[in-house]
């Protein structure tokens, strides 16, 4: 009888609590295959594959095992290991909605809002996001990618290893461009995985108050071709948004811009129902958006659309949490799961309504305004999160094959995550093999 074939590899973890958030294809015949991508959806939400004292081998930057420590620790031959005994191991966090990259901060603007300022007021002391418009237009890219780098380094201490990002502060050809640069650069920069959104129908800037049309043409005749080039000498795929709310963009203009952008190429996304249910969701579901985001306001008919449509539902909780609304301020996550939806996490992270830097803070708020499970908010901050990106194959879930992006959090059991909030529970993060935060 032979011995079991040994396994090289750079790095073991091993002892582990390792949650694998497994594809919902849940049926596998053979555990060591790449399983089909595809979100937990509906009630399947929340399936996270623990292995109870679990392992983790990694080699090149890759998953090369999972399975019981006992096992790999018979079976595989490391250049270093990790004892993670009484804690746990989970993906990499996944932020699909994020409006990085800005400079600057409206913390004026905050104060005047909870002291009870109205919007029309802080609009007035030259507040509201033309703020951030004008300091991006005068910013350099230099500007912007230093800018933000410490606020990825941040983002990838409290455990997010991939995130999207927009344009939308620039609302100028130029300006949107100059943003999609700064992103791409950040990218190249950082270790972070980065998902590239074009956001030029984000808000209707000053000089075309009162002429939302005529923007939406500047968009779709100008914007739209410019980003697409961008996107083909970069080599580098973009998603297209936009912001359909009162008095923003409606329906119609939504539409126009997302059928056009679909034409050149982007896979859509839409800002939808954050205040006001216009009807932005059963629009993502008609055009084919990968994912539909805020949905608080979403029409009855709408979440019966979700349960349909392969667009992922993005729920933004940290957003009416940073406004301080209250009563029916949050998605009803639990709707739209009955209805088979796919539910997913992100934090929304901008300097105007949301400053949180953290998806473990946006799970504590899921448990809590969302009501789901830990295991569900879980699943919903890594597969689903990743699959709102267009990244199920890639990002989100543990599996041989796969990037290894994982989380060592100094918790003894996952439900730790939501229960406890306001520190930071993530011990150690590796990113593609390489430990990027360590203890300490
Ligand atoms: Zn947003």
Redesign the pocket.
């Known amino acids: 009888m032979s011995a079991p074939a040994s396994i090289d590899a750079d790095l073991l973890v091993h002892s582990a609590q390792v949650c694998t958030v497994p594809p919902s294809a849940a049926v596998d015949p053979e555990p060591s295959a790449i399983r089909p991508a595809g979100p937990q959806r509906g009630s399947q939400l929340g399936d996270l594959g623990i292995i109870a004292d679990g392992a983790v081998a990694i080699r090149d930057g890759r998953i090369v095992a999972l399975g019981t420590a006992g096992d790999l620790r018979a079976r595989v031959s490391a250049a270093a290991e990790i004892n993670a005994a009484g804690k746990v191991v989970t993906p990499g966090l996944v932020d699909p ?1 994020t ?1 990085l990259p800005w400079v600057g901060d409206r913390a004026d603007e905050f104060e005047m809002r909870v002291a009870g300022a109205s919007y029309m007021e802080i609009m007035a002391a030259g507040g509201g996001i033309m703020s951030t418009v004008r300091a991006v237009r005068d910013a350099s890219t230099d500007e912007l990618v230093e800018a933000n780098l410490p606020r990825l380094d941040r983002l990838m201490a409290h455990g997010t290893t991939t995130l999207e990002m ?1 344009t939308g502060y620039g609302l100028t050809t130029a300006d949107e461009l100059k943003q999609l640069e700064a992103i791409h650069r950040l990218d190249q920069t950082h270790p972070m995985d980065v998902a590239a959104t074009f956001l030029g129908a984000h808000a209707v800037p000053a000089e075309y108050q009162g002429r939302t049309d005529a923007y939406v043409d500047l968009v779709v005749e100008e914007m739209l071709p410019a980003a697409a080039q961008w996107s083909q000498r970069k080599q580098r795929p973009l998603f297209c948004d936009v ?1 359909c709310e009162a008095g923003v963009f409606d329906v119609d203009q939504s539409r126009r811009i997302l059928v056009q952008a679909r034409e050149l190429g982007f896979q859509l996304k839409i ?1 939808a129902d954050e205040f006001e249910g216009l009807g932005g969701t059963a629009l993502a579901c008609e055009l084919g958006a990968v994912s539909a ?2 949905l608080v306001t979403t029409p009855e008919e709408d979440i019966a659309a979700l349960g349909r449509c392969q667009t992922v539902a993005v729920s ?1 909780p940290g957003t009416p949490f940073g406004l301080g609304h209250t009563g029916r301020a949050y998605t009803p996550a639990r709707s739209i799961m009955a209805a088979g939806g796919a539910l997913a996490l992100a934090t ?1 992270l ?1 300097p105007g309504t949301c400053w949180c830097e953290s998806m473990q803070f946006v799970i504590a708020l899921a448990t809590r305004y969302l009501h789901l499970t830990p295991a569900q908010a879980l699943a919903a901050a890594t597969l689903n999160a990743a699959c709102a990106i267009g990244r199920g194959d890639s990002a989100g879930t543990l599996a041989a094959g796969r990037p290894a992006d994982l989380l060592i959090l100094n918790i003894p059991d996952y439900r730790h995550l939501g229960y406890r909030f306001g520190t930071n529970l993530v011990e150690t993060v590796i990113k593609a093999g390489q430990v990027v935060v360590g203890p300490g």
Request: glycine share 0%; no cysteine; hydrophobic share 20%.
């Open positions: 909605h409006h927009k912001f800002h985001d805020h933004l929304d901008n």
